[in-house]
């Protein structure tokens, strides 16, 4: 399954676990590998389209973007 980074407008752990919550309503076609509030990033794996994670992460209400 390809992996992807996305960078998110994250400032504490809060935002975190909003991520979190977002990406748990994909289920099991998601796995978070890793959110890093320091580098602000949150890297998944998925068969997913990444747009479609870009688009569930955006629920958030933050800035989000795609960066690999």
């Known amino acids: ?13 809060g935002c975190a ?3 979190r919550k977002v990406l748990g309503k994909l289920g099991d076609k998601v796995r978070l590998d890793d959110i890093n509030l320091e580098s602000r990033t949150i890297t998944v794996t998925t068969d997913l389209p ?3 994670v870009l688009d569930t992460l955006k629920k958030t ?8």
């Open 61 to 68: 209400g933050k800035e989000v973007k795609l960066v690999s």
């Open 1 to 13: 399954m390809p992996q992807y980074v996305f960078e998110m407008a994250m400032t504490c752990g």
């Open 17 to 19: 676990n909003s991520a």
């Open 50 to 52: 990444p747009t479609e």
